[in-house]
């Protein structure tokens, strides 16, 4: 396709060039991934994966990505053959901080918001993976009995080779745009081994779960198309905003938040129908009487867990699913003393790492922060609720707690829009920082109201 055909496709679709050719190779990974199903040897997987994953990469965003990916790479890699005791911590800090350099140099929120794309995108999601891979070789010297549960699963206990890294790194396109997945499942899947051995129930066919993403993303990106001409974000800065009342104001930054979501809904629905249709998004089979299969470790969003969500604790379990998880099991849980219980440290750090690794705009710093106190403010409302078991008081707390997490969400999120200090702290003060004060009210309140502690269960264990 030339140059002037693709000038008009984009001019007809409404993005510019760099984006048509970035969603035409990101849409192209999912017949890429399908591909990878007949690849006849493990060996050959592994090389069509790094192949079609540096190809696609070029065809992108040029050359210079390829460069960009494989700078951290190599050096993740060779903190594991150099140095096996440390190299995880190496890794973490080298590939973030190479992270930074890129979103500093490159300032791609800017460019994102002006219609223009870079690799810096994709090197997020594979500098997630290159840090994962390397603490899990790192926690193969280990004692088994001094692991969690996650470790003892993803650890790796031997060196992947040069090929296999590369092969996960940049598999088939799945750096685009996630989902992140642990080395020991792309081995297994690659080589047909745990899960994705051959068995008596036969191979799970992917058809109906790869249908099922992709009639959510176009219906998600339908839905985004109609609503982004109604609710643009530059309105916040428009002095026609600024003459509302507050309660239009605070509609509107929920309309303008919620309309922004579907575009991102959009990428991770494509994103997953490649995951499936490869056959690595397979997780097993139900227990049911009639067993089926389940496709759920390539799902990154829950449409209506995250537009009804009861409490903030739910977002990170139902939004940028396996991110959420990766931060988790790596940033997280790693902070936590033996023998001691987590605290707003722990949450605050987790969400300054996620900032980070989003970029160093004000909107995003800002937005993580607002989060961990979103989430802080909504344990508060919780433990209430859970004082309040059986009694009307509790359906009150609960109503409670999902109009404050609709709230404070779409409050926040429009730092994680805007980027810049000037607009969020615009948006956030037309509606007199509203979205700040609850939570931290909240959290204030529960060091003088504090209910008796209730007996412990499973839906205390999830919040």
């Not at 790094?50 to 890699?77: D, K, Q, R, W």
Request: with cysteine; hydrophobic share 45%.
């Amino acid at each position: 396709m030339g140059l002037p055909e693709m000038e008009s496709m984009a001019s007809a679709i409404g993005v510019s060039v760099p984006v048509l050719r970035f969603l035409l190779c990101f849409v192209a990974t999912i017949p890429v991934s399908f591909l990878h199903r007949f690849v006849p040897s493990a060996v050959g997987r592994h090389l069509y994966a790094a192949v079609t994953g540096a190809v696609l990469s070029y065809l992108s965003f040029g050359f210079s990505s390829n460069l960009h990916f494989f700078g951290p790479m190599l050096l993740g890699y060779a903190s594991m053959v150099l140095s096996r005791r440390y190299c995880g911590i190496i890794t973490f800090f080298a590939a973030f901080g190479y992270l930074i350099g890129c979103h500093v140099y490159y300032m791609s929120g800017d460019a994102w918001k002006e219609g223009g794309i870079d690799a810096t995108g994709a090197l997020m999601v594979i500098t997630l993976k290159i840090i994962s891979c390397v603490i899990n070789y790192q926690d193969g010297l280990l004692k088994e009995e001094d692991l969690r549960e996650a470790q003892k699963k993803n650890r790796l206990l031997k060196l992947p080779s040069l090929l296999e890294y590369v092969g996960y790194c940049l598999c088939c396109g799945s750096h685009f745009a996630g989902p992140v997945y642990e080395m020991k499942d792309y081995l297994d899947w690659t080589e047909r081994k745990g899960i994705w051995k051959p068995s008596e129930k036969g191979n799970p066919s992917p058809l109906g779960s790869t249908l099922r993403a992709l009639l959510q993303a176009a219906i998600c990106m339908g839905l985004y198309l109609y609503l982004v001409p109604l609710f643009p974000l530059s309105r916040f800065t428009d002095p026609l905003y600024q003459e509302w009342g507050f309660f239009k104001r605070l509609g509107y930054q929920y309309m303008a938040c919620f309309t922004a979501r579907w575009k991102y809904y959009f990428i991770w629905s494509i994103s997953e129908a490649a995951i499936i249709i490869s056959g690595l998004g397979f997780s097993g089979w139900t227990n049911s009487s009639s067993p089926k299969p389940r496709w759920d470790r390539a799902k990154n969003v829950d449409v209506l867990g995250v537009e009804l969500a009861k409490s903030s604790v739910q977002l990170p379990l139902v939004w940028n699913i396996q991110v959420s998880t990766w931060l988790r099991h790596y940033v997280y849980e790693r902070l936590i003393q033996k023998g001691r219980k987590p605290g707003f440290f722990q949450l605050l750090a987790t969400q300054t790492v996620s900032a980070v690794w989003h970029g160093l705009y004000p909107g995003y710093i800002i937005f993580f922060v607002q989060s961990a106190l979103m989430i802080a403010g909504s344990r508060v409302i919780y433990r209430w609720q859970q004082a309040a078991t059986g009694t009307l008081f509790e359906k009150i707390l609960v109503l409670m707690n999902f109009a404050y997490t609709l709230l404070v969400l779409n409050y926040s999120a429009v730092g994680f829009m805007v980027l810049s200090l000037h607009e969020t702290l615009t948006a956030y003060g037309s509606v007199y920082y509203v979205g700040t004060i609850v939570p931290v009210v909240l959290i204030l309140l529960s060091k003088v109201v504090k209910p008796p502690k209730p007996a412990t269960s499973k839906a205390r264990k999830v919040e």
